[in-house]
């Protein structure tokens, strides 16, 4: 060991100096210091651990809407059950809608303050000069023996102490009665609940989310749930089964997670029968309600009363719409064992897209989904059309959207179709595989963003869909806001939120299945992450761990860079050096030949910018007995110059600029046009993570090499990623092309 130590040191010594020039990072050291350790609740391999508990939470509801005074009251009975192993004195409810009371944070300043010409709408978000009511009014909380329970108001948080604790493996119910002014959407900046009003016919569509006190999280890794609702870190809930009533306007209808118990009293015959008939149709919508039917409802206004009945099982959240001008269709998807309506409702202002569009966006993600992951579970998959954004529940979304005058951009489509897919998506990301999105929006926004990708690029290839190029220019950003994915969900800037928490880990998980694991075992990989973490609460820890034990692949370097930091991919083509070996055939000229070649802008003694001044002629020597060691084996030597007769030896210097370690691809294009590719794994960089020199032996002449030809890494400046250098247009000359086309 000793002899091999000295061998060793004085072979490398000297690259070794050189390449200490900078500090040691330890980009390849494992992310153990990272990331909460395993334990008995969750595993080294990143399932849930034999002692894995979670709580549950059934509601019992009644809720009415007064459509006159857009106020919606409601009683709830909450049956908890306490699966932990400890004794719980109280425990909190979340209460959403005192979000929207004022003095509030509010995103009314993000896109700048007051300014010497501003509209109306603006001035609202940032001063709020006409004030709205906003919040819960709690008119009791009682145990089941009707004695009143003490509770502490903390803006959107309400702590309820116990009259008697809560033992481990034990249950409590309590009721509550409760009410509300509902949002006004247009008068908050991402409401994105609440309801729109339509002048033109003097209706209201309701949109109702987080709208009933509901059970925070208590689970092993943080306790009780403890951030307040800020509008961006969405829900952290637990599982149950919902019996829900509401009472709406008799001509209201009523679209709601959950499968509807009472169709025959809040239903006319021919609607049912039409229902009947679309659980039939596999291949196209049928149409409930008719545009005319709709349209003709939107004239009169009911002054009765119906009750609409939905009864929804181990769902994490509930949420519904209620309107008179809903035209509605539905259309069956049939899976292994059940069958899924997808459901579109939308008023007339949404005609003609929405019935092209929106039933069929649904199926695609249905579809797409559950070959990714697992089947989709639930009855129904419903699609409400709004005025903006989108917003998920459990079986039903509210999705942006809305042609003007009837006509609509193919942009506009496009990302009216992908907000309808992204949406229904979230029902496997976060409302099945149930990550906290209060704490990490990325879990859920970036797992989903990724399959809504899949989908549009698999049944939309005419639009477009990410790539690893779109994060490109996030990336090179300012590095002094930047912050990286492993950022709490409001810690993040409104304007870059969309690129770190949705893109960002788009473009890692594709990177991952394209390039670096390969499609068959990361899919098989993503696919037992989903199917582990099924009705659970998975952390980050849990999916990184799942992803390198279903891959038998050390991913923390990855993890550690794509994650944890906001370097960025920048590879440097830095040095060529083109050798052929001299044989005693060559004429004494080129045996003398020194040529190196090098990106211009580096100092070298022989600056090239191609290949003109030809190969570097090398001399190859005996073998030194000595460097054998104790080998009593020799080499063929006479083999090993036969192989290389004749052959290009290629040395290329590439530099990790941006400080983001990736994989290298290489493409080599030779003097006759033909191309091949290269690439060497991410872990060359293990011992200099700056810089590193590859050898290559080819039996063609180069005339081109580039890093990345695919742009498969991000790489955010290719402008150092071939020899010789590729011109690109400057982008004044891009510009004036572009205008020209």
Avoid: C
Avoid at 76 to 91: A, K, R
Avoid at 514 to 525: K, N, R, T, V
């Amino acid at each position: 060991m000793k002899y091999l130590l000295i061998l060793l040191v004085s072979l490398f010594s000297f690259s070794t100096i050189q390449s200490q020039t900078q500090p040691w990072q330890g980009k390849f050291e494992p992310i153990d210091n990272m990331i909460p350790p395993p334990n008995t609740y969750r595993t080294a391999s990143g399932a849930p651990g034999k002692a894995y508990w979670q709580q549950r939470a059934d509601y019992k509801i009644k809720a009415t809407l007064d459509e006159k005074n857009n106020v919606l009251s409601g009683e709830e009975t909450i049956t908890y059950y306490n699966n932990s192993p400890d004794d719980l004195n109280y425990i909190w409810i979340q209460l959403e809608q005192n979000v929207n009371k004022k003095g509030n944070e509010d995103f009314g300043d993000v896109f700048g303050g007051v300014s010497d010409s501003i509209s109306t709408r603006q001035m609202q978000f940032l001063t709020r000069a006409v004030d709205f009511p906003a919040g819960y009014t709690i008119k009791y909380i009682k145990d089941a023996s009707e004695k009143d329970l003490k509770t502490y108001v903390n803006n959107t948080m309400m702590k309820v102490m116990l009259n008697q604790p809560l033992k481990s493996g034990s249950s409590v119910s309590f009721s509550l009665a409760w009410s509300y002014p509902i949002t006004d959407r247009s008068m908050f900046l991402l409401s994105r609940e609440g309801y729109e009003y339509f002048p033109e016919d003097d209706n209201t569509v309701y949109l109702l989310g987080h709208w009933f006190p509901r059970m925070a999280v208590y689970n092993d890794t943080e306790g009780w749930q403890n951030k307040q609702f800020n509008r961006l870190g969405e829900f952290a809930l637990e599982f149950g089964d919902y019996e829900v009533e509401i009472t709406v306007p008799e001509d209201h209808i009523v679209a709601s997670t959950g499968k509807l118990q009472n169709s025959e009293s809040v239903l006319t015959k021919t609607q049912r029968q039409r229902l009947l008939e679309a659980e039939k149709s596999f291949d196209k919508p049928v149409m409930i309600i008719t545009p005319e039917e709709a349209t003709q409802n939107e004239k009169t206004k009911a002054s009765k009363l119906k009750t609409w009945r939905f009864h929804a099982k181990n769902v994490r959240d509930f949420a519904f719409a209620s309107s008179r001008k809903f035209i509605w269709d539905a259309q069956a998807h049939q899976f292994s064992d059940h069958v899924t309506m997808a459901m579109s409702y939308y008023p007339k202002e949404g005609l003609p897209v929405w019935s092209d569009e929106s039933t069929k966006a649904i199926v695609a993600a249905l579809e797409v989904y559950s070959e990714a992951t697992f089947e989709y579970p639930y009855p129904v998959a419903i699609s409400v059309n709004t005025s903006n954004i989108g917003i998920e529940f459990p079986m039903i979304s509210f999705n942006g959207g809305r042609p003007k005058n009837g006509k609509m951009s193919d942009r506009a489509k496009a990302g009216m179709i992908g907000t309808i897919i992204h949406e229904v998506g979230h029902n496997w990301f976060p409302m099945i595989v149930s990550s906290d999105e209060r704490k990490w929006m990325w879990m859920d926004e970036g797992l989903n963003t990724y399959l809504h990708q899949r989908t549009v690029a698999e049944k939309y290839p005419e639009f477009h869909s990410t790539t690893p190029k779109d994060i490109v220019p996030f990336m090179s950003g300012d590095q002094n806001i930047l912050r990286p994915i492993m950022t709490t969900s409001d810690n993040e800037l409104l304007t870059q939120f969309g690129a770190n928490f949705y893109q960002k880990p788009t473009v890692g998980l594709q990177m991952l299945r394209e390039s670096i694991i390969g499609p068959e075992l990361f899919d098989q990989a993503f696919k037992e992450y989903a199917s582990r973490w099924k009705y659970k609460h998975p952390n980050p820890a849990d999916l990184f761990r799942t992803l390198e034990d279903a891959t038998a692949t050390d991913l923390d370097w990855f993890f550690r860079g794509w994650f944890f930091t906001t370097d960025k991919v920048d590879m440097e083509l830095s040095n060529v050096k083109w050798f052929k070996v001299y044989e005693d055939d060559l004429n004494i000229e080129d045996k003398h030949k020194k040529t190196t070649f090098k990106i211009e802008g580096e100092s070298t003694e022989t600056i090239a910018t191609d290949f003109s001044g030809g190969p570097e002629v090398i001399t190859m020597t005996p073998t030194s007995e000595n460097s054998y060691g104790g080998f009593l084996s020799r080499l063929d030597e006479p083999e090993v110059r036969k192989q290389l007769s004749g052959k290009n030896i290629y040395e290329l210097t590439i530099k990790n600029i941006g400080g983001l370690v990736m994989p290298v691809t290489i493409e080599w294009i030779y003097t006759d046009n033909t191309k091949e590719i290269d690439k060497l794994p991410a872990e060359v960089w293990r011992l200099n993570e700056y810089e590193i020199s590859k050898t290559f032996v080819k039996t063609k002449v180069v005339k081109q090499i580039n890093l990345d030809p695919n742009f498969e890494f991000a790489d955010t400046d290719t402008k150092n990623n071939s020899f010789p250098k590729v011109e690109t247009p400057s982008d004044f000359d891009a510009f004036k092309k572009t205008k020209k086309d």
